[in-house]
């Protein structure tokens, strides 16, 4: 009843009234320095996203990515409030017509304002590291486009606007302009490459119409018709041309990932790879170690990344290098043009300041994107193919840079700290007041841990045995634990007759209960460590990321074994001195005379006490020196199958949020042939006619 009354009362209001609510003073400060304030906020955007946009690519935290996705937000449209501003203050110079006398008093701003215009301009562009914060923003590149020309056009009519006034402000502002643009142009143009729809036509080639069967028939039958006796024969693809494996740390290693991408980069979008491109990285795997085989895959990575939300599509070409050095050029002429030709003392002084920072800064962001560019792994490849190494570059700083592709991190969510609340939350009634209390839960409880080199050793050297022992490795995509279970049959029921959400949840305790209740003698065997490892990890991806594995109800399983396992842990015991304790009390419950889904039914989705069982299984039917080597080969395979039911398109998306060990996993895979995007086994069989 109130809102009608209230909207009522506010229609009716004289609104020259509520302005005035607002005072004289207050109304006078923002029209001087709102303006000023936004180039600002504006120059300081520019500047985070310099930074954080290639901290982003190794780095997973929350924090870096909320505060690189409000300055994003913030960058482009304070750019283009200040270009509405200083449109708005030269339609009012123009309008007033002020005389040639007033031009020369000292505070007078307006067409200093109009020389900012490109400079917003420039900040539209972007800087080199970042183009598109999300792979959305990518296939939104055609609203990107037609806002860049506008906001161009605008910036454009300020320019004409303020050419009747001071004659050099205009000629640097062409200057600016100018290398606006091309910021302009490398950015929708990188956002239009890095386009799903774009990246897919580009990769699939010339359509292939494969050998002429309708001819081949022809001269069969005219053969036949002539009285000879034909058959048919059928040619071999021919061998690919042997590769030279001798190769030596750095600049080749960079070179072999560079091909290898050229090829692989097609899983992104979805496509199958040939029997070629198997055979080619076939033939590098076959002599790296597993240091060497993820080494490869992490800069392959990075080039993804570089490709996907990066200008490095653009930059790195004949075309973008003679762009980028226009661009500088033109910018180092603006700073020398200003002090010889401008007369400081007709204008206000923090308005000099802020153009000769607004100057200062776009330089130095072109300095440390040629510094950038030239430290990259696209400038490595470039030299490897001429046969060149860092040492012949000029400047001691780029010789041997530090790079970081990734941030090496597993994301890491133990179910057992959770139901004991190991880490209680503050403030719990307010957080449950915005509904943000479950949220905060997977945060508060998750952390990182290393991938440790014994990992990447026992994952890289469990694909190759499987490639040793099947014909075909792509069978390895189809199990889920099974193949490491298969003279364990007691155990199988945990991987064959739960949905894959649930056989995560029931190995994720089973791993936790014989971890934490060990003797202190079982804790140095193999695997041990690492089974905890890729348990949690593949946990935290059940609650943070679902949609990286296969399609289920992960999300409920996960809900009602915690609220389970917290109600048992309340009524055994309020509090436990250790989690070994607590994993101790539970092992106490004998899940093997009735099992647990005759007494809950289907309703409950928990599978704490199947994971109980499992425990107890294992603890009983393998051997103790033996257990962790089991354990650890079926979260292996539990991680190969997540990693190749994840499609490329949500691999893509992890890259820009520090990415994803399952990636690695995933393109590792690729490259030895354990994929189910590898459909074509032979070449086109190639036939001839043998006549007698």
Known sequence: ??????????????????????????????????????????????IILCLLGKIRK??????????????????????????????????????????????????????????????????????????????????LWLRHFVETAFQSGVALYILLLSWPGCFHLPQLSILVYVSALIKCFERVKALRLANTEHLRDSMLGPADPGPNYPKFLEDLHFKKSQGYTVSVE??????????????AQGSNEISIAYVLFQRFKRLFVDLILTFEDRDISLSYFRHFESGDAFRVVEIELAFAYDMLYTKASVVYTIMGLMLRVTSVFLLFLV??????????????????AITYLLIGAAILMEI????????SDWTDHWLSQRKHTRKSLIFPFLKQPSKQRWSSLIGQLDLLSVALEEKPGRLMAIQKFFGVDNYRVRYRYKTYRNVSVGLRELIYRQFREFMGKNSDPKDLCTHKGSYALRNNHALLWSINKVEFDQSILIWHIATALCYHSEDDEDKDLIGRTESKHISDYLLYLLVSYPAMLPIGIGMIRYRDTCAEAMRFFKEKAPTFSSKSEACTKMLEVDCLEVLPSKVKGDRCKSALFDGCRLAFTLRSEIQKGSMWKVVCQVWIEILAYAATHCRGFHHEQQLRKGGEFLTHVWLLMAHLGITEQLQVSQGHARARINVS
């Not at 909207?7 to 004289?14: A, M, N």
């Not at 929350?62 to 283009?80: E, F, G, K, P, S």
């Not at 200093?112 to 183009?131: K, N």
Request: glycine share 4%; aromatic share 10%; net charge negative.
């Open 368 to 375: 440390f994107a040629v510094i950038t560019m030239l430290r």
């Open 234 to 247: 059928a040619i071999p693809e021919p061998a690919l041309a042997p590769i030279d494996h001798t190769y």
């Open 1 to 46: 009843m109130m809102t009608p009354i209230f909207i009522g009362f506010i229609t009716h209001v004289d609104h020259r009234k509520l302005i005035q609510l607002v005072p004289d003073e207050v109304k006078k400060t923002w029209d001087e320095w709102a303006l000023r304030g936004l180039l600002l906020i504006s120059l300081s955007s520019q």
């Open 58 to 139: 190794y780095n997973p935290r929350t924090r870096i990515r909320i505060t690189l996705w409000c300055n994003y937000l913030l960058a482009y449209a304070v750019a283009a409030a200040a270009l509405g501003i200083i449109t708005r203050t030269a339609l009012d110079v123009c309008s007033n017509s002020p005389s040639i006398n007033s031009r020369h008093k000292k505070v007078n701003s307006s067409e200093l304002m109009s020389f900012w215009a490109p400079f917003l301009l420039h900040h539209i562009g972007g800087p080199d590291t970042i183009t598109a914060f999300a792979s959305e923003d990518n296939e």
């Open 335 to 352: 700073p020398v043009g200003f002090y010889f030709l401008i007369d400081m003392s007709q204008h206000h002084v923090v308005d000099v």
